[in-house]
T-cell receptor, first 113, second 111 residues
């Protein structure tokens, strides 16, 4: 069974640009969550999608948005990039139950210059 | 405000000893608590889950306890090995399904 796939693996952008990150969950998983990881803030929850609907949301500005497609693949978009958006962005998939373990991808390392 | 604290950023122990990692929380009512392992450049990997009505869970050399009165979880690795060196994260999950991770503890097991 293939794991969670995130693309691209690395990304370099400049301030003000926008970026779209992609996540393909494990087959059969209907929940996809996104996290931002930085050395100073740790792993911060962005949002979770389940069956194409946003089910939970963290405390990030509206510049961070996401969506989920009917095949459960998910994309995350960050508009008007700021230097502080430089981070490792991780997505995780699960079957969707509250007590389900999360399967993480290897992440997209975003650098904003 | 809600807060999750994992004991010191770094923990160094000798091979063969038991490593004990702590996860304390305030102003949370978690339904579940999970522990993950993260290696450099990789995403976290699930290790154990414990429910609010469970006191202890074991899996091979791993043991986790959950004390909702103390608002604390302890994660033990017995007979530790250098291969156990990694960052360990605790995560609290509420009944609404929202997960919050601690900052992690980096464990180094020296041969």
């Amino acid at each position: 069974k293939a794991g969670v796939t995130q693309t691209p693996r690395y990304l370099i952008k400049t301030r003000g640009q926008q970026v779209t990150l992609s996540c393909s969950p494990i087959s059969g998983h209907r929940s996809v969550s996104w996290y931002q990881q930085t050395p100073g803030q740790g792993l911060q929850f962005l949002f979770e999608y389940f069956s194409e609907t946003q089910r939970n949301k963290g405390n990030f500005p509206g510049r961070f948005s996401g969506r989920q497609f009917s095949n459960s693949r998910s994309e995350m978009n960050v508009s008007t990039l700021e230097l502080g958006d430089s981070a490792l962005y991780l997505c995780a998939s699960s079957l969707g139950g509250l007590d389900e373990k999360l399967f993480f991808g290897s992440g997209t390392q975003l650098s904003v210059l | 405000s809600q807060k999750i604290e994992q004991n010191s950023e770094a923990l160094n122990i000798q091979e063969g000893k038991t490593a004990t990692l702590t996860c304390n929380y305030t102003n949370y009512s978690p339904a579940y608590l999970q522990w993950y392992r993260q290696d450099p450049g990789r995403g976290p990997v699930f290790l154990l889950l414990i429910r609010e009505n469970e006191k202890e869970k074991r899996k091979e050399r791993l043991k986790v306890t959950f004390d909702t009165t103390l608002k604390q979880s302890l994660f033990h690795i017995t007979a530790s090995q250098p291969a156990d060196s990694a960052t360990y994260l605790c995560a609290l999950i509420t009944n609404a399904g929202k997960s919050t991770f601690g900052d992690g503890t980096t464990l180094t097991v020296k041969p």
